[in-house]
């Protein structure tokens, strides 16, 4: 069951980081403020929901997440581009603080009442007397299905077809008569899309409040460097990973005072480093992406399947 819930949640962190890549492999840049725009998706969400109901919310939210991401690289993204990449860093940096105060002054400091739909409430199955959740299945399919599609779009479309060429060949594609800067808004807005989706499916399956964008935001960068940068099959890889790593963790009662005890070593309180030696792989759960990252900086600073060395 844990596996279950931990390829979910690597799956949610895929839908994240999909787009996060997508960026990076066209513009060369990461974009600070994507957590935002997941944070967005589970508001508009919830105040869709609200007026409507969750499947309305589920379809339009990502849509108006999307029109704002691509509003913001045609009128202000596109316009420091001349400036190089670090202009662009700090831009996006800026709207991401920008986005915070916005919905605070909307929906204030405090979580809302994001829940998740009556028909995907409640156990999908029982195994060994724990239960999983409809809603994280539904989750599972959406992210699949999101996975697939992103697939098909790229591979198999004229479209994708002229973002790949664009992505590698910029001055080539626009030669060839194709608009490459409404690609890299088509792109732009895509990925915004996509944080959006995981914002409506995964607001309402943790919490929606203003930290949200902040408490994801380091992890999907984490997964994009451990991945690979730019490459959207080490994203997934390093989702799923991270994702059944946590969650494994958390669920894990173990120390190293216990390891050492079992190997016939005596620890006790005066025993030297014993405030880390007692510490169990539960509290650690939190800090084992990043120890994972520092890792693959050292071993293979291009990530799992990164071909760049930015």
């Known amino acids: 069951m844990s596996l279950l819930n931990g390829v979910s949640y690597g799956l949610l962190l895929f839908m994240l980081s999909a787009g996060l890549t997508l960026i990076f492999s066209m513009m060369g840049v990461l974009n600070f403020a ?12 919830f105040q869709l929901s609200e007026w409507t109901n969750f499947w309305v919310a589920f379809l339009i939210a990502p849509m108006i997440v999307a029109l704002l991401g691509g509003l913001f690289e045609r009128y202000v993204l596109r316009k420091t581009h001349k ?27 405090t979580s809302v009442d994001y829940k998740v739909p009556a028909a995907l409430d409640g156990s999908l199955f029982k195994l060994f007397n724990s239960t999983f959740p ?21 591979k198999k479309t004229r479209i994708g077809l002229v973002i790949q060429a664009a992505l590698t060949h910029p001055e080539a594609t626009e030669a060839l008569g194709h608009n490459v800067p409404r690609v890299f808004a088509l792109v732009f807005a895509g990925g915004c899309a996509l944080a959006g989706l995981a914002g409506v499916i995964g607001g309402n399956a943790f919490i ?3 930290g949200m964008a902040q408490s994801v935001g380091a992890i999907i960068f984490v997964v994009v460097v451990v991945g690979g940068m730019g490459s959207l099959a080490g994203a997934l890889i390093a989702s799923i990973l991270i994702g059944v790593m946590q969650t494994f963790a958390v669920g894990l009662d173990w120390s190293f005072v216990g390891g050492l005890k079992s190997l016939g070593f005596t620890v006790t309180p005066e025993t030297f480093g014993y405030p880390l030696w007692k510490l169990k792989l539960s509290q650690t759960a939190p800090i084992l992406p990043y120890l994972l990252l520092v890792v693959m900086l050292v071993v293979r600073p291009k990530g799992l399947l990164g071909t760049r060395d930015e």
Do not use: C, N
């Not at 994507?34 to 969400?45: T, V, W």
């Not at 399919?141 to 697939?151: H, K, N, Q, R, W």
């Open 34 to 45: 994507h957590a935002s725009f997941y944070m967005l998706g589970a508001y508009f969400a």
């Open 83 to 109: 400036f190089g990449h670090v202009a662009k860093l700090l831009v996006t940096f800026g709207l991401s603080f920008v986005v915070l105060e916005i919905v605070q002054l909307i929906w204030g400091r």
């Open 134 to 154: 409809t809603y994280r299945a539904f989750m599972m399919v959406v992210a699949i299905g999101m996975l697939v599609s992103l697939f098909l779009v790229l």
């Open 208 to 210: 929606t409040e203003p």
